[in-house]
């Protein structure tokens, strides 16, 4: 998050429509702010940005005007529903409701409904992997304190066996209720039965889940989550996890293990997968972050015949990233996860599949959220590059996870992940 006092808004120009302009004044207004500097780390569609009381409480100001089109997740009813799930994490899990930034206050009118939060001056949870050296090791150090507070003294305050079909119907539905926004946008790359990525022939995701729900679904009930837990998020990615940052008064150092919060969970109170948000957090450090900081780099276009593109990064993924990544789930082995998941034998392949298919459900988000999208040249990507990008990528991952899946062996991690990330980074002193 921006360490900047609240003052004229510096970067790329606001994208603010009239509509999300006036909601934020009238936000203001009400609550009595002056509005400061728009914060765009985020990845919905919503407005965010650093604001002041009277008194010179800083506070972090959060706008959502309602609009059509909007994939579920980015809609006011869910937006409303972040804060019951603070309420109920902090009533009911408070080891990890304290990790929480509370909603201090929650106001809505016509067509927009607005919330603020304390300001928390720190940096995301993958900040440090783009620091080289090192950068890997403390990575883990401060996930291993996630993993406490957000999985053992959150997920697992609760559990409810899960409903026959929740894996189809959640993870593999969230995608299919999702394609029909990316099929209005881009009409001819959704619409294709088999595209052509990086050289390899992949067939259509619609086309890879329906043959897994119709002719695999023995092997998906396998990898079924047994129960469901408390929901203590539900979008776990690497910027909704704040590492605390030294205070620049006292030169204190921030400690990983307390000094972290936690923002904008999914908005819902119904019991959740805590796979799903492991799965969001590898997501993060696979496509979506290095997507937003380094933007996409494609070639080639639907044409006629088979849609045929190459899909890479603009620039070098992050080594910090690509190493992480590729640990992620040695490093799960070693901690509290494997206990929590005990009776659940699919999680890792789920974790994967999950994974998957977050990368093609962020294309269609990406097209609901107008927000400037600077990368690290200051380039803007257009919501449509990046959205074909996610698509392009996860198409691609998911056409190699169902081959193994289907196939005789066990899905070789490495190798799949590296359709993506280009392989295991190595960082000197990691």
């Not at 409904?113 to 995301?124: G, I, L, V």
């Not at 593109?309 to 620039?315: A, E, I, L, N, S």
């Not at 919501?383 to 169902?402: I, N, R, S």
């Amino acid at each position: 998050m921006s360490t900047h006092p609240p003052g004229p808004t510096t970067g790329p120009v606001s994208t603010a429509g009239p509509a999300e302009q006036r909601a934020r004044e009238a936000a203001a207004q009400r609550l009595g702010l002056e509005v400061g500097e728009e914060i765009l780390d985020g990845g919905s569609p919503a407005r965010v940005h650093r604001a002041r009381t009277a008194d010179g409480t800083e506070l972090v100001l959060k706008v959502l005007t309602a609009a059509s089109g909007a994939v579920d997740g980015h809609d006011l009813a869910s937006f409303r529903g972040k804060r019951e799930q603070i309420e109920l994490i902090r009533q009911a899990a408070p080891q990890l409701g304290a990790h929480y930034l509370p909603v201090r206050d929650s106001i809505e009118g016509s067509g927009w409904a607005a919330c603020t939060t304390p300001y928390y001056p720190s940096r995301d949870l993958a900040a440090c992997l783009r620091e080289g050296p090192e950068g890997t090791r403390r990575f883990f150090a401060h996930h291993d304190a996630v993993v406490h507070g957000l999985f053992v003294h959150g997920y697992a305050t609760r559990t409810v066996p899960a409903p026959a079909g929740h894996l189809t119907d959640v993870n593999l539905g969230r995608f299919l209720r999702r394609l029909p926004v990316l099929a209005r946008r881009l009409p001819e790359v959704a619409a294709a039965d088999e595209l052509v990525i990086n050289d390899r022939r992949c067939a259509s995701p619609a086309r890879l889940l329906h043959r897994l729900s119709d002719e695999h679904a023995a092997r998906l009930r396998r990898l079924a989550p047994p129960r469901l837990m408390f929901p203590a998020h539900g979008d776990a990615n690497v910027r909704n996890i704040l590492v605390g940052q030294a205070d620049r008064e006292t030169g204190s150092r921030a400690d990983p293990e307390t000094d972290y919060r936690i923002i904008d969970p999914r908005g819902s109170v119904d019991h959740w997968d805590p796979v799903y948000d492991l799965a969001k957090t590898l997501f993060s450090l696979t496509v979506w972050d290095p997507a937003l900081r380094l933007g996409f780099a494609i070639d080639g276009g639907a044409g006629n015949g088979t849609p045929r593109y190459r899909v890479g990064f603009r620039r070098p993924v992050y080594p910090g990233y690509r190493s992480a990544a590729h640990g992620f789930l040695p490093y799960l082995e070693t901690s509290a996860i494997p206990g929590l998941l005990e009776g659940d034998p699919g999680w890792r392949q789920r974790l994967l599949l999950t994974h998957d298919l977050h990368v093609l459900a962020e294309a269609p988000c990406r097209l609901s959220d107008l927000k400037p999208k600077p990368d690290a040249e200051g380039r803007c990507a257009p919501p449509e590059e990046l959205a074909l990008g996610h698509y392009l990528m996860g198409t691609l991952l998911l056409d190699d996870l169902v081959r193994q899946l289907t196939g005789p062996a066990e899905p070789d991690v490495d190798r799949h992940l590296a359709l993506v990330t280009g392989g295991p980074g190595r960082e000197a002193g990691s």
